[in-house]
């Protein structure tokens, strides 16, 4: 166990418990003193030069407490137990003591030997204390995590931006052992990505970097050689790259006109022809052009968040490519709840994946139903779709395309929750991400939401907190509403937010920016908002 303390007598009464405990069950107790801290009652006072002999070695202070531990067990005790004020050891060396504190603390996990070791805030800087503290399996230090022996590395407490330095200083000292995350609460991206990095996640993280070693090189099957050339069809035929059309219609005869004629003639060339449809429009399908050749989706299923979309959507693509494709169809329409309040984020999406699907030999036809979709949402259709095919089977160019990049920056004012319009059930200035996920599950316990999504959103709000912090300007604020079954998020800062205009829809390679943090937060809620105002940056985050 580690006792940080500020004042002699309070370590004092935690030291005279610790021996109090070790006479009682039998250990041969040790103190060994440092500073000006008193002797402790009952406990053998072993001077600091005879418990660490020479200059000091991690290696050699755990064999001192090996021959310790069997000599104590050699005369009838029942173990070595001891109470070590270390903090003028442990200055101007503490990275060789943090070693030291790993090996020892692994000899204990299978030795009948315990330790209390003390550290003077006072004298020991508050980092230093707190990298002594992480490796301890006991401490009185708030540092957040703990990492230490079990039969692996055992990985305890929250990891955030508030402690990454001291987390990459513990593993440093760490080597050679696997860490086990069983009882870790809450692990942020970066945390995670460096622990692949330094491959001590186990079989799951070497799984993930097979994974991503397969992904690698179905993108490099998906590019062409040099000079060889893409056989398009149809409306596509010529064109490199992704093929990105929208029809508009108000029958389902209409609807028919095009549809069937495109996956009819993507089945004719050989093309892979995907659906993804919702059930009364996919039944209309069927029935029509019936189902040989063609690959039905469930749209509902599909279109449940913008980024997973372009995630799932570039994994299928990929996978299509490496196998020959040299066309591929998709066929697809969002389901018309997307057309109220978050119409925004899928926006957004249909302009976004212009960018992200032009690797691949894509031709997409997206369908909308203006008897369900309202007219700013055909607006936006045709400002983010290049081509529009018509019933009468021509393709035209949309003369109310908007570069993507210029239409994603593009502030777009959002719909309020109802919620909003009451006072916030919580608030608070500059939180920590620690402080802000304690808040968001307090007000989300309530709502009777499944656990896995209100734990999606306390990791959204983490990441979106800590981007503020790291790159926003203060103060940072955090609202919360919870009701009807919902929770609303709300997190402000003074500055400008994100230049990347992809962000949060693509992981790019943005993760030093905060990039990749938006990415993961816009796949753990149902609605993320975000924008700037005159008053500075503002995320609105809703689950439920």
Known sequence: MCWAYDEPQGFLVRAREWVAEGLAAGNWVWYVPGGSVEAVEGAHVVPPGAA?????????QVRVYREATERALAAGYSGLRVVAEATMLAKGQVDLFARYEHLVDRYMHRAPMTALCAYDR???????????????????????FQLYAGDDLV?????????????????????????????????????LLYLERRGRGGADLLHARQRERGRRAARQAARPAPGARRMRTGAAAGHQGYFHEAVVYDTDADLLAVAVPFVLDGIAAGEPTVVAFGERTAGLLREAAGTDGIDFLAGDAVY???????????????????GGATQIRLLGELPPEVFGRTWDWWARYEAAVNHAYDEFPLWSLCAYDARLAPRAVIDDVERTHPRLATTDGQHLDSGLFVDPVGYLRT??????????????DAAWEDP??????????????????REERLDGLVIAVSEVVTNAQRHGRPPVGLRVWGGGGRVVVEVTDRG?????????????????IGGLGLWITYQSCDHVHATRTPAGFVVTLTVG
């Open 52 to 60: 660490y002999p020479g200059r000091f070695d991690p290696d050699h």
């Open 122 to 144: 006072t004298v020991l800087a508050k980092r230093d204390v707190g990298r002594l503290a992480c490796v301890h399996p006991e401490t009185n230090d708030d540092v957040g």
């Open 496 to 512: 400008e937010g994100l230049d990347d205009p992809y962000a949060g829809l693509l992981p790019g390679g943005h993760q030093a």
């Open 155 to 191: 990985l305890t407490g929250e990891l955030d931006h508030t402690n990454h330095e001291l987390f990459a200083a513990a593993v440093e000292h760490a080597h050679g052992v696997r860490v086990d995350v069983e009882r870790l609460r809450f692990v942020d991206h970066r945390a």
């Open 304 to 322: 449940g968040r913008p980024a997973a979309v372009i995630r799932a959507y570039r994994r299928l693509l990929a996978g299509l490519v490496a």
């Open 432 to 449: 920590s991400p620690a402080v802000a996920r304690q808040v968001v599950r307090a007000v989300g316990d309530g709502q009777g939401l």
């Open 411 to 424: 502030p777009r004012a959002g719909a309020d929750d109802p919620l909003q319009r009451r006072p916030p």
